[in-house]
């Protein structure tokens, strides 16, 4: 009998400073050309908004992101990653 994974939790939380995920490791994407920003909001559980489910059930949590340069806009948790201090 399979065994069923234990649900993911969200990585990060209010105010956590995160930088983009490399796009692919085929681009040429430079370390400083990656954007930076600070997380505005972040999924709590799994009945927020920004927590979203597949066709299949498996739980995908987004964040709203402020960037350095002004903007904010919702990034999945995969794309994102923590910044080194």
Avoid: C
């Avoid at 956590?16 to 430079?30: C, G, V, Y």
């Avoid at 930076?36 to 739980?59: D, F, Q």
């Amino acid at each position: 009998m399979a065994t069923k994974k234990p649900r993911s939790a969200p990585k990060y939380k209010l105010g956590d400073r995160i930088i983009e995920a490399q796009k692919s490791n085929f681009s040429l994407q430079k370390e400083k050309s990656r954007r930076k920003g600070t997380i505005i909001e972040a999924p709590e559980n799994l009945e927020h908004p920004l927590a979203k489910r597949n066709s299949i059930g498996a739980v995908y949590y987004h964040y709203r992101v402020r960037w350095d340069n002004g903007r904010s806009e919702v990034y999945n948790q995969h794309r994102l990653q923590k910044e080194e201090s």
